[in-house]
C-alpha cells in the first residue's frame, strides 16, 4: 500500500468490512510506540484513553504547553 501525493491511503474492503468502518466516518491518528493506530472517533471513546500518554514528552511542562498552544 503506498501513500498517495496529498498522503490519502486506501483501507482495504476487507479491514474497513471487519471494523465497521464506513464513509464519511471520523477517525483519529494515535502515535505510539510501534507507529500510528486509526481508531474510530465515537461514544465508545474514553477521554482517559484519548489523553493517554501525551505528556510523555520530553522536556518541561512549561515547553509541552508552549508547544502545543504553538507559541
Same mark, same amino acid.
Given at each position: 500500500m503506498k501513500? $498517495?501525493?496529498r498522503g490519502q491511503i486506501t483501507i482495504?474492503?476487507?479491514i474497513?468490512?471487519?471494523y $465497521?468502518?464506513?464513509p464519511n466516518m471520523e477517525v483519529s491518528f494515535v502515535e505510539e510506540e510501534q507507529g500510528v493506530l486509526i481508531r474510530k472517533k465515537g461514544a465508545h471513546t474514553s477521554p482517559v484513553r484519548e489523553a493517554f500518554g501525551i505528556l510523555r514528552k520530553?522536556?518541561?511542562t512549561d515547553?509541552?504547553?508552549e508547544?502545543?498552544?504553538g507559541r
Open positions: 501513500i $498517495g501525493e482495504p474492503k476487507k474497513r468490512e471487519k $465497521g468502518l464506513t520530553k522536556g518541561s515547553k509541552f504547553l508547544d502545543i498552544r
